[in-house]
């Protein structure tokens, strides 16, 4: 498929050059050229540099959320990023607007907002949680936003940001969050986490949901990393409870960088309330004139934005339609399995053991011998595994902090002679891990 795209993409910039060429032949300002012999010696040792990357594109790799874009993808977004267009004003990118436009109607209509709804593309899913939050001060100017211990790091930060109080809401053994540690009248809008980002956990909106409407609190879902998988909500695969709630939220987040098949530069926030973009409105004295109709930068943050993010990922709903059995939920299915199969792989292993049952397509397990009984020598020994792997590139996993008391909860055989104890965890999100997940298991084995 690379080897096609690269074809493909070679015949469509000569295709494009031909459109450049009708507006009369220009060459290329003397000051911008580069002899063909420098060009060549850079990307030749470019080349050489980035092989200094770990493989990313592999099955090996099962560490962090990293992963290529899709062909397809990459293509469209170098194809379109021959022009550089700019999405914040129509006539920055007319086409490129226009199917921005296009996708998130796409995005809409899959998380269930339909057609009225308000949303836009962002630079990452960090600026798309950025802006939810922000329409969320504006909406209720002096309360706080409180989101749960378990959720991205980046909320706190960006609370910090806007000025805005913020909680953070204690979740109890069973998943649930603590309502009753919180006031109620206090709070303008809750955080639900569909996707955390450490384990791959799924809150409990079914619960939120509510608790907050009954006291007229604001939801904001931070799909970023797990969104995608609402292809799967009546598959069985997951539980689909919390999933099929998401239309019920005041704003949801996600990233298409992730399990989009995009890549970076792509993020995605929606409103279910269109009227929310009274908090956007703002005039420019040089930008909007080349429509009557509405600019995308008249309802985003951001100013400047790349087309080619939209192009691209135009170009992979085009390819990959967001059903269960065609496009993204065959892929996100083959995602699910392999933690599913890595997580019985390890039950039976004398090896490792499971530290919680996978919900997505992320796993947590640490190694164990016969003479493991405190938490540091289970610390010790992740440590050992993740760096031997790395060591004779066999694989690539990451590492998880977890406080021991939790630990212990859970695991209650193992004493506590730390505060934390690192364990190993993997992020199986290419399709292909399915089948290359048992390899891997036994990779991780022989270095124990």
């Not at 004295?285 to 939209?310: D, K, M």
Request: net charge negative.
């Amino acid at each position: 498929m690379n080897n096609q795209a690269e074809k493909t993409l070679h015949q469509a910039l000569e295709n494009l050059r031909s459109w450049k060429d009708s507006f009369g032949n220009q060459e290329t300002d003397s000051t911008l050229s580069v002899p063909d012999s420098n060009v060549e010696a850079i990307l030749f040792d470019l080349s050489k540099r980035l092989k200094g990357n770990y493989p990313f594109h592999h099955p090996v790799y099962a560490g962090q959320m990293l992963k290529p874009p899709h062909p397809i993808a990459w293509a469209a977004y170098a194809l379109a990023m021959s022009i550089n267009p700019n999405n914040h004003a129509l006539d920055g990118g007319p086409p490129s607007s226009e199917m921005e436009k296009e996708v998130m109607v796409k995005l809409s209509t899959f998380f269930g907002y339909g057609d009225e709804f308000l949303g836009h593309l962002t630079s990452s899913g960090t600026i798309a949680n950025l802006e939810a939050l922000w329409v969320a001060r504006q909406s209720n100017p002096g309360k706080k936003i409180a989101f749960s211990e378990n959720s991205h790091y980046t909320h706190g930060r960006m609370c910090g940001v806007l000025g805005v109080d913020s909680q953070t809401i204690s979740v109890l053994e069973d998943g649930s969050f603590d309502l009753n540690s919180i006031n109620p009248t206090e709070i303008g809008t809750i955080v639900v986490t569909l996707g955390t980002t450490g384990l791959g956990e799924v809150e409990p909106l079914d619960q939120i949901l509510p608790w907050a409407k009954k006291h007229g609190i604001r939801i904001h879902i931070d799909a970023a990393y797990g969104g995608f998988f609402r292809t799967l909500k009546d598959s069985g695969l997951i539980d689909g409870t919390s999933w099929k709630l998401m239309p019920e939220a005041d704003s949801i987040v996600v990233d298409p960088h992730k399990h989009g098949l995009q890549p970076y530069g792509c993020g995605a926030i929606l409103f279910k309330n269109p009227e929310v973009g009274k908090y956007y409105k703002h005039d420019s004295p040089y930008t909007y004139f080349t429509s009557e109709e509405l600019h995308l930068g008249e309802i985003s943050l951001e100013c400047s934005r790349a087309g080619a993010a939209a192009v691209a990922l135009w170009a992979t709903l085009e390819c990959f339609p967001l059903k269960e059995n065609e496009g993204f939920g065959p892929v996100l299915a083959k995602c699910r399995q392999a933690a599913l199969t890595g997580y019985s792989l390890i039950v039976e292993s004398d090896k490792l053991e499971p530290y919680k049952k996978p919900e997505l397509d992320i796993l947590t397990y640490f190694p164990i011998n016969s003479s493991t009984n405190n938490v540091s020598e289970i610390s010790a020994l992740s440590k050992k595994v993740f760096e031997a792997g790395m060591k004779d590139q066999s694989f690539y996993l990451s590492l998880f902090k977890v406080p021991s008391s939790t630990f212990t909860r859970l695991h209650p055989q193992f004493t506590a002679d730390e505060d934390q104890v690192t364990i190993l965890r993997s992020v199986l999100m290419r399709p292909e891990q399915a089948d290359f997940v048992e390899e891997l298991v036994k990779r991780i084995e022989s270095h124990l």
